[in-house]
């Protein structure tokens, strides 16, 4: 596995192993040890979500303000645009966003860790995204910031209007949001 910082040091991008010939490929999606060594990240994950998408659909940027969630995410089908925003306010980086392609094709991952917003985009016709948190989903601590924030300016690679849920269009301004100390 190979893992690789982004701009933003604590958001990491891993890259498996994949073994392939003309029968196909395999490669190991997760295994704990090799995680945490990789990375130096103890994560307990205890949920595991599957979502499938259409092109244009826009999800995000989610948190939660208690039972903070890290993720660790990838794509099984399809091409998504991944973004993590920086909430944490003590961070020399907040304020400030990674986006990374994630796809079936370069089967890359994305370590987010707590402390984080998430969003993205599908790009492909559709896409399938799975992803691990080391907390469990709590709606009454579900805060959601605009995808389109003016101050954060998030290019989300992708030219037309998004398809947005009723929910994600009634976003915070990030000028406003509960953030993390």
């Given at each position: 596995?190979?893992?690789?910082?982004?701009?933003?040091?604590?958001?990491?991008?891993?890259?498996?192993?994949?073994?392939?010939?003309?029968?196909?490929?395999?490669?190991?999606?997760?295994?704990?040890?090799?995680?945490?060594?990789?990375?130096?990240?103890?994560?307990?994950?205890?949920?595991?979500?599957?979502?499938?998408?259409?092109?244009?659909?826009?999800?995000?940027?989610?948190?939660?303000?208690?039972?903070?969630?890290?993720?660790?995410?990838?794509?099984?089908?399809?091409?998504?645009?991944?973004?993590?925003?920086?909430?944490?306010?003590?961070?020399?980086?907040?304020?400030?966003?990674?986006?990374?392609?994630?796809?079936?094709?370069?089967?890359?991952?994305?370590?987010?860790?707590?402390?984080?917003?998430?969003?993205?985009?599908?790009?492909?016709?559709?896409?399938?995204?799975?992803?691990?948190?080391?907390?469990?989903?709590?709606?009454?601590s579900e805060r959601c910031i605009?995808?389109?924030?003016?101050?954060?300016?998030?290019?989300?690679?992708?030219?037309?209007?998004?398809?947005?849920?009723?929910?994600?269009?009634?976003?915070?301004?990030?000028?406003?949001?509960?953030?993390?100390?």
């Amino acid at each position: 596995m190979k893992v690789s910082p982004t701009k933003i040091p604590d958001v990491l991008l891993i890259e498996p192993k994949v073994f392939g010939d003309n029968r196909g490929f395999f490669f190991e999606s997760f295994n704990k040890k090799v995680f945490e060594e990789s990375t130096g990240v103890t994560a307990d994950f205890v949920q595991d979500n599957h979502s499938k998408s259409s092109r244009g659909v826009l999800r995000g940027l989610h948190y939660q303000v208690r039972q903070p969630q890290g993720k660790l995410v990838r794509v099984t089908c399809g091409e998504v645009f991944d973004v993590a925003v920086d909430l944490r306010k003590s961070s020399e980086t907040f304020g400030q966003w990674e986006g990374v392609l994630l796809s079936a094709e370069n089967k890359k991952q994305l370590w987010i860790p707590e402390g984080f917003a998430h969003g993205f985009v599908v790009l492909s016709d559709s896409a399938e995204f799975l992803y691990k948190t080391t907390d469990y989903y709590a709606p009454e601590s579900e805060r959601c910031i605009r995808w389109d924030d003016p101050e954060l300016l998030i290019d989300w690679l992708y030219a037309d209007a998004p398809i947005v849920s009723e929910k994600d269009t009634k976003g915070t301004d990030f000028k406003d949001a509960e953030l993390f100390t």
